[in-house]
DNA sequence: TTGATTGTTACCGG
DNA sequence: TCCGGTAACAATCA
């Protein structure tokens, strides 16, 4: 479910959707309501993303921290929606549409201290205005750590997830073991532009997307996701049919192509 | 029923 | 201190 571009895409149709918008706190477990309870429902100031995180700013400096982890999901329902399902943690319910968050990682109210720090330890996001990727080069280059972990890595740079990991790495000829301090500048340069347009294109179709689309027979709502990506969980390689690797990396799997990502 | 999974954090041992 | 490994937590599907 997360990967950064998704949670930029909720924070910008949600952003469309809630104009003039309710919350009604639905909190199966009684974990939720008392917090709920410190934020002005009807005065919503603006929705924003940064990394895999959600903010919804409320006036007063009242702030609903979200991060959907492996399995939030938000589902979008036509108004009148039906009971809620499974453990809903909030239902935002605007004129037309209702949206249920279910399964986060996190969902709390915090205050302006605790959002700072939030964003203090998030590294530049790709997708943001505001993003400076030298921070992230430094990091980087500093580092003897191999890049498939740096790239997991949300203090270093913010909303890569597992599988643009490898689909990036791969795209790059870049081995995931080779060290942070063996990336070259240009490379460097390279894997923020393709994280940035990979990020861009996956909030454009709330879809992950490595593939040359122009290769594409069907459209990309009609066809499955493992297609759409090039070597995640994939056995041969695009580009020379070799067989992929498979290990783990920040306890995670990560996949690589030993003949045209080769160890340094 | 079991296992796997687009994630993060805390904790522990070397 | 730094590193890697492990467990816990969330929900769904094959």
Redesign the pocket.
């Known amino acids: 479910?997360?990967?950064?571009?998704?949670i930029h895409r909720f924070a910008r149709d949600q952003t469309k959707l809630i104009a003039q918008q309710k919350l009604h706190i639905t909190s199966p477990?009684g974990r939720f309501a008392d917090e709920a309870k410190l934020i002005d429902r009807r005065k919503l100031n603006r929705i924003e993303a940064a990394?895999?995180?959600l903010f919804y700013h409320f006036a007063g400096g009242r702030i609903l921290h979200v991060?959907?982890?492996?399995?939030?999901?938000f589902?979008v329902h036509e108004n009148p929606p039906p009971p809620p399902?499974?453990?809903?943690?909030v239902r935002m319910t605007g004129k037309e549409k209702t949206i249920d968050l279910?399964?986060?990682?996190?969902c709390e109210v915090i205050d302006r201290a605790e959002y700072q720090d939030?964003l203090d330890?998030l590294g530049p996001d790709p997708l943001r205005k505001d993003a400076d990727p030298d921070r992230a080069w430094k990091r980087i280059h500093a580092?003897?750590?191999?890049i498939g972990?740096l790239l997991?890595?949300?203090?270093i740079i913010?909303?890569?997830?597992?599988?643009?990991?490898s689909e990036i790495l791969h795209l790059l000829r870049i081995h995931p073991r080779t060290p942070g301090n063996e990336i070259t500048k240009p490379q460097f340069n390279k894997l923020w532009k393709l994280a940035k347009e990979l990020l861009t294109l996956?909030v454009k179709h709330n879809?992950?997307i490595t593939i040359d689309l122009k290769t594409l027979k069907k459209s990309i709502e009609t066809t499955p996701?493992r297609k759409l990506f090039r070597i995640?969980?994939k056995p041969n390689c695009p580009s020379c049919g070799g067989e992929i690797e498979r290990f783990?990396?920040?306890?995670?799997?990560v996949f690589a192509c030993p003949a045209c990502q080769p160890s340094s």
Do not use: C, W
């Not at 479910?1 to 998704?6: A, D, K, R, V």
């Not at 399902?85 to 943690?89: F, L």
């Not at 279910?102 to 996190?106: A, K």
């Not at 913010?158 to 990991?165: P, Q, S």
């Open positions: 479910m997360p990967e950064g571009h998704t477990q990394g895999k995180h991060h959907l982890g492996l399995f939030g999901k589902r399902r499974g453990a809903v943690r279910n399964g986060p990682n996190t939030i330890r580092s003897k750590q191999p972990l997991m890595d949300q203090s913010a909303g890569i997830g597992n599988i643009y990991r996956g879809r992950i996701r995640f969980k783990k990396m920040a306890s995670r799997k």
